[in-house]
């Protein structure tokens, strides 16, 4: 009945509490498939499956001409990727274990744990199946030239860091409101369809339609990474420091509102949940 806790170290607590993220995010993976590799294959063909319908749409539609000089295929998977990483973190951290969830009855667990291990388990996939994708692509189709892989992935990794940001807020908001805050995260991944600006150059759009869209800080991104992958592409209608400063407020936004949650969470939904 009675039990006596030892004090771990800063060291040892820090080694803890990685050793349970590793371990939430190695469930997380195999959330849909108890095998590891069905997992990761699952999300990998719906990325693929995306990709070619994507790349069907511009063929069909004529638009392929209208696309920056380079890699056809490279030029959908800037935008595509990007955006799939995005709102694929979005989601899952909007879904992930909040306050009320019974998991957070285990003593080593809390939110914070679970945001980092769904975020790092998303991030994990999607690194995966984009290296898979350029891997046959290179070997099986043409040979894949990027201008600067360095700031690609770093585009790659602010959009997946704006997904973060996103999903903490609406993940703070959720208990409060489970059933509006459901609908705001489909709303704003049914948005992003559009608003990303995946399927165009943003160089090319007029000054009223640009307004349209450059509030959105993955518009941005993918229009920084465009600039990245082609050496003959300058994007002068972005800013990669407007998507990080906004992914950071967002974060700081949701941490606050997550830590209220919690406090007020353990007082008055812990009788009823």
């Known amino acids: 009945m009675f039990t006596h806790r030892a004090k771990k170290s800063g060291l040892e607590a820090t080694f803890s509490t990685l050793a349970l993220i590793y371990h939430s995010t190695v469930r997380k993976v195999r959330d849909k498939h108890r095998n590891a590799f069905v997992s990761i294959g699952i999300t990998i063909l719906q990325a693929f499956t ?3 319908v994507f790349m069907i749409m511009f063929i069909v539609l004529g638009l392929r ?3 920056i000089r380079g890699d056809f295929f490279l ?3 800037s935008g595509i990727f990007l955006y799939l990483t995005h709102i694929r973190v979005v989601n899952t951290i909007a879904n992930s274990e909040g ?3 019974p998991m957070m009855k285990h003593a080593p667990m809390n939110t914070g744990i679970s945001v980092a291990s769904t975020a790092l388990a998303s991030l994990y996939v999607s690194v995966l199946s984009i290296l898979l994708m350029l891997y046959f692509y290179n070997v099986l189709f043409a040979r894949i030239y990027i201008y600067d892989p360095v700031g690609v992935f ?4 602010l959009s997946w860091f704006f997904g973060v940001a996103v999903g903490m807020v609406f ?6 409101a489970p059933t509006l805050v459901k609908t705001l995260t489909t709303v704003y991944i049914r948005a992003n369809m559009i608003t990303s600006g995946k399927m165009f150059v943003a160089n090319t759009l007029p000054g009223w339609m640009l307004a349209i869209f450059d509030w959105n800080p993955l518009f941005h991104t993918i229009d920084q990474a465009r600039g990245f992958m082609f050496i003959n592409y300058f994007p002068h209608n972005s800013s990669w420091k407007y998507a990080l400063i906004v992914s950071i407020v967002l974060l700081g936004i949701g941490m606050l509102l997550e830590f209220y949650t919690r406090k007020k969470a353990s007082l008055s939904w812990s009788a009823t949940q």
């Open 65 to 67: 001409g209208t696309t």
């Open 154 to 157: 770093a585009m790659f990794l």
């Open 99 to 101: 306050p009320t969830s």
């Open 75 to 77: 030029y959908i998977l």
């Open 171 to 176: 993940l703070a908001l959720k208990p409060w």
């Open 50 to 52: 995306m990709l070619a």
